[in-house]
């Protein structure tokens, strides 16, 4: 009740919910209540959380925030959410995103923007929370719900959780079931929890992943207790700073974080050892080819016939015209076209084939440095504090606005977990964070050193 309060007081101004599951709530969190009664339930039993709008959830509004999925209502559970549930966790609603997380700034929903509860100090500019998952972010940090459900294709877990102080983390490919989770790229996509704190974050991310056989690439390993990872002692962990993540134009604030972190992980016996990777300036190209290559596959399935919307036309080829477009946004239809494009024959060598090969590069440059005795590596989170709403330089050019994913799309090219942390303030009062990048499978190395730093 006191997090249904705290949403109908707040949510107008913030819009970081889509839909508030008010009834179900009660209903979940009154089961809880029978099951703590009797002495039973789960690790979650009764935790109020928010689901991003990109997880099928039975009977509810199920949209990734596109007008063409209006009224699809799905007739079955994603996995993740499943597994939240089964451990006890209750459904406050679903939450605000970019179109089909694609976007770094949660503009590009059809219902839109989400406001950041931060400000500048003396400042009433609003701000962007950072996306896609935008609405999960600013929800976790305006106590909106105990934490929310996320997914981080090239950053959209990691940047939103740095532009609002809250913690994110992005684990393994294959540590979460994808089933249930509307696909944007395949290769790429992965759920993971944003939550207020480290520990939240790694009892989440606990319940959320699981082997799944409706997902082949889901992994059959063991899921670890994470919480148990933390306040491990990091000592002796080898930690590497790539310093092809010291890019240009970068400001001194961010710099000047990157060196606190360095000094905390010192203090608690890490051993700091600079590294390279080499194809790191490939990695923001080959990403923006390869996930709108995958997404224009995916998304093709919006037909008018099979979910959401339908715009009526004189035949099927029209109406299937007339649906995508009305139905996509902006940003969805240049990802559409540049997917296509470079998918063509005759394009296909020069572009697609052409990114797979610098991602495999992407990946053995981790694989060097793991290879090395590397433990984990530590970078920004992103290269900047959260920026306004509409800002201008960003909505005149699509790719300054990629340019945030520059620190988090190689994790998803090479596949790696990666946690962002709080990590501190600018001086204008935003918060920033830090990333913290992992071998595959450890994410409790993550959580041992994510601990020693928020
Ligand atoms: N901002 C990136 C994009 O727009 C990443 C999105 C995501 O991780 N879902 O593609």
């Not at 990157?258 to 016996?269: P, Y």
């Not at 992103?382 to 994790?411: E, H």
């Not at 918060?431 to 993550?446: A, K, N, S, V």
Request: hydrophobic share 40%.
């Amino acid at each position: 009740d006191a997090y249904l309060a705290a949403i109908d007081q707040a949510n107008g101004a913030l819009n970081a919910y889509v839909a508030v599951t008010a009834d179900k709530a009660r209903d979940m969190a009154k089961a809880s209540d029978a099951r703590l009664a009797k002495g039973e339930g789960g690790v979650l039993e009764g935790i109020p959380l928010g689901i991003k709008d990109l997880f099928a959830t039975e009977g509810i509004h199920t949209q990734a925030c596109s007008h063409i999925l209006d009224g699809f209502n799905p007739r079955y559970e994603s996995t993740v959410t499943a597994n939240l549930w089964a451990d006890g966790a209750v459904m406050l609603g679903k939450l605000n995103m970019d179109e089909f997380a694609m976007g770094s700034s949660n503009e590009t929903s059809y219902y839109g923007p989400v406001k950041n509860p931060w400000r500048k100090k003396g400042s009433n500019l609003d701000l962007v929370p950072g996306g896609s998952s935008g609405g999960s972010a600013a929800a976790v940090a305006a106590h909106l719900c105990a934490g929310a459900t996320a997914t981080d294709t090239g950053g959209s877990i990691r940047q939103p959780a740095a532009f609002t102080g809250t913690v994110g983390i992005k684990p393994t490919y294959g540590r979460c079931s994808r089933w249930g989770t509307v696909a944007f790229a395949s290769s790429l996509d992965q759920a993971g929890p944003i939550a207020r704190d480290v520990r939240d974050a790694a009892i989440l991310l606990k319940s959320m992943a699981s082997v799944d056989p409706k997902d082949t690439t889901s992994v059959d390993r063991e899921v670890p207790d994470y919480e148990a990872a933390i306040g491990r002692s990091v000592k002796g962990l080898r930690i590497g700073i790539p310093k092809e993540y010291r890019v240009e134009g970068m400001p001194g604030e961010i710099e000047t974080l990157w060196q606190q972190g360095i000094a905390w992980l010192k203090d608690a016996g890490a051993e700091i050892v600079d590294v390279s990777l080499p194809h790191t300036k490939y990695a923001l190209p080959a990403y923006y080819i390869v996930a709108p290559a995958e997404a224009s596959s995916n998304l093709a399935r919006y037909d008018g016939v099979r979910y959401g919307l339908r715009v009526p036309g004189k035949d099927i080829a029209d109406m299937y015209e007339k649906t995508r477009a009305e139905g996509f946004g902006r940003e969805v239809k240049r990802r559409v076209m540049i997917g296509t494009y470079v998918l063509s024959s005759g394009y296909y060598d020069a572009y697609y084939l052409r990114a797979q090969k610098v991602r495999t590069l992407i990946k053995r440059d981790f694989e060097t440095v793991y290879a090395d005795g590397i433990d984990a590596l530590l970078t920004p989170a992103t290269p900047s504090a959260a920026f306004g709403i509409a800002d201008q330089d960003m909505a005149s050019d699509p790719v300054k606005m990629y340019l945030n994913d520059i620190f988090t799309v190689t994790v998803n090219m090479a596949g790696l977990p990666g946690i962002a942390v709080p990590a501190g303030l600018t001086d204008e009062g935003l918060p920033l964070g830090l990333q913290l990048i992992g071998r595959p499978f450890d994410e409790e190395t993550l959580f041992a050193l994510g601990s020693v730093i928020e």
